[in-house]
């Protein structure tokens, strides 16, 4: 087990968990582009992101929409941005993030490296939007 992915969903590598089910995770990106930046991956490993069988597809990108909406109304950007590039770590995921500017979401821009408690902070505000009202 060589993944980093495959060790956070084991429990292994600790995370901060926005989101966890049966078949998908979704947690804070220790290298933020931005605050409340989320990676959401199937539990199952694909190395490739055209991979992921069904079920699996549906359940990552029906996760995907609800982070989109959770960042949307957190913190209210000009859009919500995917990322599907798969180049630092071999398991597909989603790179789901508020943009202000198309630049945004340039892994060239200075990534912030939030804190422990400050990515705790945020997968707070984040899961409440999750929960259903």
Known sequence: MDCIF???VAGIVPSVKVYEDDQVLA?????????????????????????IEEPDYSAVMAVVKKISQALDDTFSPQRVGLKVEGFEVA?????????????????????????????????LRLRERLEPK
């Not at 490993?45 to 055209?50: D, P, S």
């Not at 789901?96 to 408690?117: C, H, Q, Y």
């Open 6 to 8: 495959c060790k956070i």
């Open 91 to 123: 398991h597909a995921h989603v790179h789901v993030l508020p943009l202000d500017d198309i630049g945004d979401i340039s892994t060239k821009a200075e990534l912030m490296r939030p804190s422990n408690e400050e990515r705790e902070q945020t997968a």
């Open 27 to 51: 947690f804070l990106n220790i290298e933020a582009i931005r605050e409340g930046h989320t990676l959401v991956i199937p539990k199952r490993h694909y190395e490739y992101f055209y991979q």
